[in-house]
């Protein structure tokens, strides 16, 4: 048996008409109880049986009936489900530590070659699964086994072993590149630039994102030049110089002309703002140690140790400061007028 494995990605839609339909060709009808069975030119005597999970989808295609179940091994068990096994699967899972991980891996082994018989026979869950034991590797001469593959236990009805094969599949999107940008800019602002990185990131195709980004132009939820204005006021007010706005602009996917231009006119305030961030740091250093006039004049060695101390104090506090101006972005020039400032205090 091959059992055709397809890992989902996340905001994506897998249904299996489509998936079926892409990988081989098959249309896929449901009868009265919900199997699946295939349809179409090329499918008779083929059967199918499908699985599916959060982050998983897979199916069998044989020329014999097939049965198919897949569970996460890290699904959460509640030990209370265990009454629905046969009462000899419940003894075999009664001597291990209920709940625990050995428990849990144990009854979805069981778990899987049940639901696998079960679909094997086209019943589903109408079945009863209390009415039979999967323990002993076969059921009226069929065989149906589990195996661990990876983070997943499979269990099968028809065959005795499996080939898992990874398959890939371009499944669409749950919401268009429009509908998923609309998302986004719902939470907070973003340059043409940025969102369109976002939606690549996503998937979406460069066409596609290039045009919900032309859209959202249109509607006015995206005008680059106010945004630029807008992270420009914020990085003044939180201390930054204008050419480390002008960066951070620029990472944000703003072109240079206007990231220039947002950050140019925040240049004249740079040593103001520098300034404020220099006193704000000597306010929480505690202030610049001070020298009395008997120290500075030196007239005794304990003096000069006083002031030979507080001068080293002052160029460490000096230092912190440079540091977090430079941080800032602010040019050496700056960063020198305001030491120049603080010397004087």
Same mark, same amino acid.
């Given at each position: 048996m091959r059992?055709?494995l ?9 249904k299996s008409?489509?998936i079926?339909?892409?990988?081989f060709?098959y ?5 009265d109880?919900?199997a #699946? ?5 090329? /499918?008779e005597g083929?059967f199918?049986?499908i699985?599916?999970?959060? %982050?998983?989808?897979a199916?069998c295609?044989e #020329?014999?009936?097939?049965?198919l179940d =897949?569970?996460?091994? /890290? ?6 489900i265990?009454? +629905?096994?046969h009462k000899?699967?419940?003894e075999?899972?009664s ?8 428990w849990t891996? &144990?009854f979805? /082994?069981i778990? !899987?070659r049940?639901?696998a018989?079960?679909k094997y026979?086209?019943?589903?869950l109408s079945?009863?699964f ?6 002993d590797?076969?059921?009226e001469g069929?065989p149906v086994a589990?195996?661990?593959y ?10 005795k $072993?499996a080939?898992?094969q990874r398959t890939e599949?371009?499944a ?5 590149a429009? &509908? ?5 800019l ?8 940025e969102?369109r990185?976002?939606l690549?990131?996503r ?8 045009q919900?980004?032309?859209k959202f ?5 995206? %005008?680059d030049? &106010?945004?630029a204005?807008?992270?420009a ?5 939180s ?7 002008e !960066?951070?602009?620029?990472?944000k996917?703003?072109d240079?002309?206007?990231a220039?231009?947002?950050a140019?006119?925040?240049? $004249?305030g740079?040593?103001e703002r ?6 704000? =740091?000597?306010? +929480?250093?505690?202030g610049?140690p001070?020298? /009395?006039?008997e120290d500075?004049i030196?007239? !005794?060695?304990e003096?000069?140790e006083?002031?030979r ?10 230092g912190?400061?440079?540091?977090r101006?430079?941080a ?5 020039s700056?960063?020198?007028?305001v ?5 004087r205090?």
């Open positions: 059992i055709h397809i890992r989902k990605e996340k905001g994506k839609v897998y008409a489509d079926v339909d892409a990988l060709g249309g896929l009808d449901h009868d109880d919900r #699946p069975h295939l349809k179409g030119p090329g /499918s083929f199918i049986s699985s599916d999970t959060v %982050n998983y989808w199916c295609i #020329p014999h009936i097939v049965g =897949m569970e996460e091994s /890290s699904r959460r068990v509640k030990p209370a265990a009454r +629905k096994l000899a699967e419940q075999y899972l001597v291990l530590s209920e709940g625990g991980s050995e891996e &144990e979805l /082994s778990w !899987t049940k639901e018989w079960s026979k086209g019943a589903g079945l009863g209390s009415s039979f034991s999967v323990l590797g076969s059921i069929v589990s195996f661990t990876k983070d997943l236990i499979f269990g099968i009805a028809g065959d $072993e080939e898992v599949y371009d669409p999107f749950a919401k268009s429009l &509908e998923y940008g609309a998302d986004l719902d939470v907070r602002g973003y340059s043409s630039g969102l990185k976002k690549e990131g998937g979406y195709g460069p066409e596609e994102a290039a919900a980004i032309e132009k249109e509607y006015g939820y995206i %005008n030049k &106010e945004y204005g807008s992270v006021r914020k990085g003044s007010e201390g930054k110089s204008s050419r480390r706005v !960066t951070e602009l620029k990472r996917g703003l240079a002309e206007t220039r231009d947002a140019e006119e925040l240049k $004249e740079d040593y520098a300034l404020a961030e220099a006193r704000k =740091m000597l306010e +929480k250093l505690g610049l001070s020298v /009395s006039r500075d030196g007239s !005794t060695e003096a000069r006083r002031v101390e507080a001068y080293a104090k002052r160029q460490k506090i000096y912190k400061i440079s540091r101006l430079s800032l972005g602010y040019e050496a700056v960063i020198y007028s030491t120049e400032e603080l010397v205090w």
